[in-house]
């Protein structure tokens, strides 16, 4: 039976797409994200066993192809051998060395397949098997820049709480000095300490999420984490990435995914595995030879005389089994329905996943432009309350609840440059990158 799909993405593919993914996080231009990167890639004990899994395929495989090829043996032995005169009717006793060495041969024909489809089962269960590796170093990939950016956020919002914290702290001292002069109410004092505690506070929180994704990259890497707190020290200057790469089409996303590569691979798989299964109802023909020779001496005449050989074929044909032959048959096919399946699933799920990593790709844009102006507005309303205050002009209530909102804003706004951040990365892993 033919299977439902041809062999196009696994076969063929689009090497221009995948050209232009490869490497694809260099193009964010931060040096400590790709040293990140080439430690895993060398370190991850997933890919190790994805690795260890090709190898296996490759070694099935081989032993499918082996059928193809007739089947040499060498074989030699050594007699020696003592009969009594009764039992060689003769007169005395006689012993005689004999020396034996023969090679044998056989090779099936395969008449109808079932070793080719064999084969065909092994090449295509190796592509899955690469593509899952490859599916591995995708999804690694993708993590790993996705708690970078994830640190890089923490860096900035602990960098926000730390300004905000320093600007209230100076708000709470000029308050208590305005207290002595006895300008303005200890109630004030206690409220700018309190909003400065309050925010610094904060710090502690982000320093936590922070530790916590450290901890899962150091995971990944497979090293300890207080190697990756060195490697993750704040930078000077936090910066996040704008977009490295387009989305494509949806033709390329079907030729770069490797679930999708893999589960195709799969199908072929199944429908190989099944015609083997049909192939081995029918009649197997195997052709045999042996040459060799059994001498008692090294004599010109006796070496002559002990050489022999023998070439014949045999024909196989399993008359009644107990239905287990159909049995596998039915076996195999419900394995390649299921295969087809999910092979549909796969591409739904990568339609999927592209959709909605751009669709957050452009809310996750249009929120950070809508941010991006609230910070610059509570900024600068802040900053007229606080003058207005100091020339007596607004209460210092005002004053504390445009800090909070300044320091809010730009809160959400670091967030939502690191959502922007994830996003392209999710982008760039759905489409197979």
Do not use: C
């Not at 063929?12 to 040293?35: I, N, S, Y």
């Amino acid at each position: 039976m033919a299977p439902p799909i041809a062999p196009t993405f696994v076969a063929g593919g689009d090497t221009q797409a995948k050209a232009e993914l490869t490497h694809w996080w260099r193009r964010f231009g931060d040096p400590v994200l790709d040293r990140l990167i080439t430690r895993a890639l060398a370190q991850n004990l997933d890919i190790k066993t994805a690795i260890a899994h090709i190898d296996a395929a490759r070694a099935v495989r081989g032993i499918s192809r082996a059928g193809l090829f007739p089947q040499i043996g060498l074989g030699a032995s050594a007699e020696r051998e003592r009969l009594s005169g009764y039992q060689a009717r003769a007169l005395d006793s006689s012993t005689d060395n004999q020396i034996g060495a023969f090679a044998t041969a056989s090779w099936e024909p395969d008449l109808f397949g079932r070793i080719r489809g064999g084969v065909r089962a092994g090449s295509a269960e190796l592509v899955a098997t690469q593509e899952d590796e490859r599916a591995v170093r995708v999804a690694l990939i993708g993590e790993i820049t996705s708690l970078y950016f994830q640190v890089r956020g923490l860096d900035a919002r602990i960098k926000i709480v730390e300004e905000s914290t320093q600007a209230q702290q100076k708000t709470a001292l000029l308050t208590r000095r305005l207290f002595d002069a006895g300008a303005v109410p200890i109630a004030d004092v206690d409220r700018a300490q309190a909003q400065a505690a309050t925010t610094g506070g904060g710090k502690s929180e982000r320093e936590l999420e922070r530790q916590i994704v450290i901890h899962r990259l150091a995971q990944l890497l497979a090293q300890p984490p207080e190697m990756m707190y060195a490697t993750l020290a704040p930078p000077a200057v936090v910066a996040m990435p704008g977009t490295p790469i387009g989305a494509g089409v949806p033709a390329d996303l079907l030729r770069q995914r490797p679930d999708v590569r893999a589960a195709e691979a799969r199908v072929l798989a199944a429908y190989a595995r099944l015609g083997v299964a049909e192939a081995d109802l029918k009649p197997r023909l195997t052709l045999q030879g042996s040459i060799g020779a059994l001498i008692s001496g090294f004599t010109g005449v006796g070496l002559t005389k002990a050489f022999s050989w023998l070439i014949g074929g045999a024909l196989d044909q399993t008359l009644f089994d107990g239905g287990r032959k159909r049995s596998t048959i039915n076996l195999r096919r419900a394995e390649a329905s299921a295969a087809a399946l999910a092979y549909q699933a796969a591409v739904l799920q990568a339609v999927t996943d592209v959709e909605n990593a751009l669709a957050a790709t452009s809310r996750d844009q249009e929120r950070e432009d809508l941010l991006l102006q609230a910070s610059e507005k509570a900024r600068a309303a802040s900053d007229q309350v606080f003058r207005g205050w100091k020339s007596g002009e607004i209460a210092f209530l005002d004053v504390l609840e445009a800090q909070r909102t300044s320091l809010a804003a730009d809160d959400s706004l670091a967030i939502a440059q690191t959502s922007i951040a994830v996003d392209q990365t999710r982008l760039i892993t759905a489409i197979g990158g």
